[in-house]
């Protein structure tokens, strides 16, 4: 299954990837995630990057890309892929339909999760992650089990930086300018199912599963 996980910043996007990543045992590719990754450990693309994310800002197409590309390339992926973060505009979307079409594939489903501004704000600032494997808590809504760790590794969870009111007004912004676009352009393509994010984690992915169920 190829799937691309379509939605705001604080959707859920990324609580949800772990889950279905899991049940369907393909590896979950969040471009955030690389890109966090590549600034703590201080990469020439991490410093880049960091320019643009803590701004609010997407990082050039021209960075992103190549990197999504690569990714796919690897072995793992031969069996299916989720897409967590990419693409974000047109021309990524476009550049990842010619790379796989190259290869003779195609996305099998391009699945928003669909949450209206007034519930992200409240979501972004109660987040904590784990910055070793990514796993997304909230303080009220998902909190870890133990206190500040990680579930899944053990880690102390962090607050991330780009999780401040200013900048989470900016990303959504830049979503509604340059991403929410994506959404007609899946829906020309025949690929784009909706879930609502508005209900509780474990509702959403039985949703999820129920349209991902449905597809092949
Ligand atoms: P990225 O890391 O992709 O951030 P985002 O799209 O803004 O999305 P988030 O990760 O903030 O939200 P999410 O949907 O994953 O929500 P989560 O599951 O954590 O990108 C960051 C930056 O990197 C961008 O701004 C850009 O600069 C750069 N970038 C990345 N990809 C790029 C690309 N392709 N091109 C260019 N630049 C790129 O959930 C949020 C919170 O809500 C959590 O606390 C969670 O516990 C809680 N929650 C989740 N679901 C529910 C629910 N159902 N009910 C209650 N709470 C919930
Ligand atoms: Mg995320
Ligand atoms: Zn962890």
């Known amino acids: 299954m190829k799937i691309i996980l379509l939605g705001p910043p604080g959707a859920g996007k990324g609580t949800q990837a772990k889950s279905i990543s899991s049940k369907y045992d393909?590896?979950?590719i969040s471009t955030g995630d690389i890109f966090r990754k590549n600034i703590t450990e201080k990469t020439p693309l991490g410093v880049e990057a960091k320019r643009y994310m803590d701004n609010g800002q997407l990082v050039p197409d021209s960075l992103t890309i190549d990197l999504v590309k690569d990714r796919l390339s690897h072995e793992d992926c031969k069996g299916g892929?989720?897409?967590?973060?990419?693409?974000?505009?047109?021309?990524?979307?476009?550049?990842?339909?010619?790379?796989?079409?190259n290869n003779g594939e195609n996305i099998d489903c391009a699945l928003l999760i669909d949450v209206p501004r007034d519930f992200i704000l409240d979501r972004m600032t109660g987040r904590r992650v784990c910055p070793a494997c990514g796993a997304s808590y909230h303080i009220k809504f998902n909190p870890p089990t133990n206190e500040g760790k990680c579930d899944l590794c053990?880690?102390?969870?962090?607050?991330?930086?780009?999780?401040?009111?200013?900048?989470?007004?900016?990303?959504?912004?830049?979503?509604?300018?340059?991403?929410?676009?994506?959404?007609?352009?899946?829906?020309?393509?025949?690929?784009?199912?909706?879930?609502?994010?508005?209900?509780?984690?474990?509702?959403?992915?039985?949703?999820?599963?129920?349209?991902l169920g449905s597809i092949k």
Do not use: M, W
């Open 154 to 211: 053990g880690q102390d969870v962090i607050q991330r930086k780009d999780d401040n009111e200013a900048t989470v007004n900016e990303r959504l912004e830049v979503y509604e300018n340059q991403t929410q676009p994506l959404i007609e352009y899946y829906e020309k393509e025949n690929l784009l199912k909706v879930v609502q994010g508005t209900k509780a984690i474990n509702e959403v992915f039985e949703s999820i599963c129920s349209i």
């Open 81 to 101: 892929f989720l897409l967590d973060g990419f693409p974000r505009t047109v021309n990524q979307a476009e550049a990842l339909k010619n790379f796989l079409r």
């Open 26 to 28: 393909i590896p979950h």
